[in-house]
């Protein structure tokens, strides 16, 4: 009887769903008076930007979450929205300043050029350093003071050739979206949807009902193999330069879903890249996460910048870096803490990032980015080429300390951490 009950609920089940997809699919055409929409010609016509104010019409949440992080303000129209400047442009303060670092300038501080605030058309970041954008013979150029947000100081960004560097070949790309090189043009001022999502003007002009059609005119990079997927953070967070346009030094013409080979070819010491990169081939500078990561053994192993990165989600950021966890509990999600020896013995406080993510790489101040290649530089990495730096020495209490003096300590709770295992088996 109970056998008898159930093949008549279920068959009941399945004619319920199957006038309910008859009635999803009629729902899916055309209403009656509808305008016709020409598939064929919409698909066949160049993909191009459309904005991230056409992403919010349908996709809100997503887009207010993405307007939580510093994604969207990487570029800011001053001429728009005045408050976007963080600092005030006095000079007096700011020649102050450099006065204190005259022994590294290339100019001599009163020939170093600052902006009136008449002359900032757009700002780069604001929340660790802001730079800022003025236009010259029809140009973008990065000026030469850039303000430091934790130091509340001011520093000098190439003040020797700075009107020679255009913005557009040097850092548009990835500050803006859209770059058109050959128009000196962008759509958007921002790291905005399409700049991970892909060009959208199908997707948009695509109607609702057009459901499968839609899908495929927008690249998801959660639905992208994961190294396909790292590929477009790498085109922005890795140091290299163009292979389709000579003199610029971002992806021209890449976009996400594509190999980033065919468009970006990544600069390293040994290629002669002595300028940002340590002879062990680490990251010096910024935007060189992902040179770091191609090194780690996360890469080899899958981890990829989303397995602790969010790009953007609903909510509140839990931390400021985007990381699913703060500090070292991003670590611990994946590593367990098995056996406290070496130097876990006595770096408990420290936490993993402390040693396995020094700060040695270099953005607005010496020291103020972590290594992405997760590995422990040690005292005998600086013995081999004083260049180098090591994690022991990035601590306050150690760097002074001699490194042979540090890496005889570090042997020393080798051979401790040795013997005790050999004394338990």
């Not at 305008?35 to 991230?52: A, C, F, H, N, W």
């Not at 060009?199 to 994961?226: D, Q």
């Not at 065919?262 to 910024?286: L, P, Q, W």
């Not at 020495?393 to 042979?404: E, M, Y």
Request: charged share 20%; glycine share 8%; hydrophobic share 30%.
């Amino acid at each position: 009887m109970q056998k008898r009950l159930e093949m008549i609920t279920n068959g009941w089940v399945e004619l319920a769903l199957t006038a309910l997809m008859a009635f999803g699919l009629a729902a899916c055409g055309p209403s009656p008076g509808e305008p016709q929409i020409d598939m064929e010609k919409i698909l066949s016509r160049p993909k191009t930007y459309v904005g991230s104010n056409q992403c919010k019409v349908c996709h809100l949440e997503h887009y207010d979450s993405w307007r939580n992080t510093l994604h969207s303000r990487t570029l800011q129209n001053v001429t728009q929205n005045l408050d976007a400047l963080i600092a005030e442009l006095d000079p007096e303060v700011i020649r102050a300043n450099l006065m204190k670092q005259k022994d590294k300038l290339k100019v001599p501080v009163d020939q170093v050029y600052i902006p009136k605030v008449s002359e900032v058309k757009y700002v780069i970041g604001m929340q660790w350093v802001q730079g800022f954008l003025i236009e010259k013979n029809g140009l973008l150029y990065v000026a030469p003071v850039h303000y430091h947000v934790e130091e509340d100081n001011w520093t000098t960004y190439h003040e020797e050739n700075w009107d020679k560097r255009p913005w557009r070949d040097y850092c548009g790309g990835c500050h803006a979206m859209g770059v058109d090189l050959e128009n000196n043009s962008f759509v958007e001022p921002s790291v905005g949807c399409e700049a991970c999502h892909g060009p959208g003007s199908r997707h948009v002009a695509l109607p609702e009902t057009a459901i499968f059609n839609k899908r495929m005119t927008i690249v998801n990079p959660s639905h992208l193999p994961a190294g396909i997927r790292t590929q477009i953070c790498g085109s922005c967070h890795g140091r290299g330069e163009s292979k389709k346009h000579d003199g610029v030094y971002w992806p021209a013409g890449y976009q996400p879903g594509r190999a980033l080979a065919r468009f970006y070819k990544m600069t390293s010491y040994v290629g002669g890249d002595i300028k940002h990169f340590y002879a062990n081939e680490f990251a010096k500078g910024h935007r060189q996460q992902y040179n770091d990561w191609k090194l780690s053994v996360h890469a080899r192993e899958g981890v990829t910048c989303t397995s602790c990165h969010y790009v953007h989600q609903l909510g509140v950021a839990p931390t400021q870096f985007q990381t699913k966890g703060s500090g070292s509990l991003q670590c611990l999600m994946c590593h367990r803490v098995i056996n406290k020896n070496m130097s876990h013995s006595i770096h408990s406080f420290a936490g993993c990032v402390g040693c396995h993510m020094p700060r040695i790489a270099t953005s607005a101040e010496s020291g103020d980015l972590h290594s992405h290649v997760f590995v422990t530089l040690l005292p005998r990495d600086t013995l081999s080429n004083g260049k180098v730096p090591n994690s022991c020495q990035k601590c306050h209490k150690h760097k002074d300390t001699d490194p042979a003096t540090l890496q005889e300590v570090f042997d020393g709770l080798t051979k401790k951490s040795l013997l005790k295992v050999h004394r338990t088996h």
